[in-house]
């Protein structure tokens, strides 16, 4: 997620000897103690952008987010034509999901310093991401705003054209709006449809999948249109 600086400091042989120590908890993966020397470090050399980059880095690997951005931004007004800020501050927001704020930062970096690769693949990587978003979330929108009955509308006038007021047809109806607002909310959530369907006849076993015969869709609206014909020959 990130690594730490190795900078020069201001405030003398004690900051860099517990910057110097942050660095080393940090590459070996102890972020906690790292965060806990770069903190010290601070409080010797409040000015200086390079501890803060170094926590917000630890903080990032601890998943300290907010904390994370705080330093960042922190980094950012004490050296604002410093990439590394801005990077952080990229990196940070992708964690948190921000993609479109993190491009902005990752960009910002890439001014600065228009030779890193590093950027440059953070800037794509994100381009990609981004554009994954949106179209997820479009289609997430199309499938949750289905109003199945509704979108049968043009069916449901033409069955009581044909049928008037023969309940049947309703219950018809009504049982194909279910069903295919079963399999419109089984897409959504699994990306599948499952074309079977469950008859539980007896209300007092509620296993369905015990008690319940398992027919496919066609063969239970050919059962419907049975029940419609022998209703309507009564």
Same mark, same amino acid.
């Given at each position: 997620?990130g690594?730490a600086?190795?900078?020069?400091?201001?405030?003398g042989?004690e900051?860099?000897s517990l910057k110097d120590k942050?660095n080393?908890f !940090?590459k070996? /993966?102890?972020y &906690?103690? %790292?965060?806990?020397?770069y903190?010290? +470090?601070?409080k010797?050399?409040?000015?200086n952008?390079t501890?803060y980059?170094?926590?917000?880095?630890?903080?990032?690997?601890l998943?300290?987010?907010?904390?994370?951005?705080?330093?960042?931004?922190t980094?950012?007004?004490?050296n604002?034509?410093?990439?590394k800020?801005? !990077?952080r501050? /990229?990196c940070? &927001?992708? %964690?948190m999901?921000?993609?479109?704020d +993190?491009?902005?930062?990752?960009r910002?970096?890439?001014q600065?310093?228009?030779?890193?690769a590093?950027v440059s693949?953070?800037?794509?990587?994100?381009?990609?991401?981004?554009k994954?978003k949106?179209?997820?979330q479009?289609?997430?929108?199309?499938r949750?705003?289905v109003d199945?009955?509704k979108?049968?509308?043009t069916?449901?006038?033409?069955m009581?054209?044909?049928?008037?007021?023969?309940d049947?047809?309703?219950?018809?109806?009504?049982?194909?709006?279910?069903r295919?607002?079963t399999?419109?909310?089984s897409w959504?959530?699994?990306?599948n449809?499952?074309?079977?369907?469950?008859?539980?006849?007896?209300?007092?076993?509620?296993q369905?999948?015990?008690y319940?015969?398992?027919v496919?869709i066609?063969?239970?609206?050919?059962?419907?249109?049975y029940?419609m014909?022998?209703t309507?020959?009564?």
């Amino acid at each position: 997620m990130g690594e730490a600086e190795v900078g020069s400091g201001k405030g003398g042989s004690e900051e860099m000897s517990l910057k110097d120590k942050g660095n080393e908890f !940090f590459k070996a /993966g102890n972020y &906690l103690k %790292a965060a806990a020397l770069y903190t010290q +470090a601070i409080k010797q050399d409040p000015s200086n952008p390079t501890l803060y980059s170094n926590r917000a880095a630890a903080f990032l690997n601890l998943a300290k987010l907010n904390k994370a951005l705080t330093d960042a931004e922190t980094t950012i007004t004490l050296n604002p034509q410093w990439e590394k800020g801005y !990077f952080r501050k /990229g990196c940070i &927001l992708e %964690a948190m999901e921000r993609y479109d704020d +993190a491009l902005a930062a990752f960009r910002i970096a890439l001014q600065y310093n228009p030779q890193s690769a590093e950027v440059s693949r953070k800037i794509k990587r994100l381009c990609r991401l981004a554009k994954d978003k949106k179209r997820a979330q479009e289609v997430q929108n199309l499938r949750s705003n289905v109003d199945m009955a509704k979108s049968l509308e043009t069916l449901k006038s033409e069955m009581s054209e044909k049928y008037g007021a023969e309940d049947c047809w309703k219950d018809m109806f009504y049982f194909l709006v279910e069903r295919m607002e079963t399999a419109v909310k089984s897409w959504h959530e699994t990306s599948n449809v499952d074309p079977r369907v469950y008859f539980l006849l007896d209300k007092e076993k509620t296993q369905t999948d015990k008690y319940a015969p398992v027919v496919n869709i066609d063969k239970v609206l050919d059962f419907q249109n049975y029940l419609m014909y022998i209703t309507t020959k009564s």
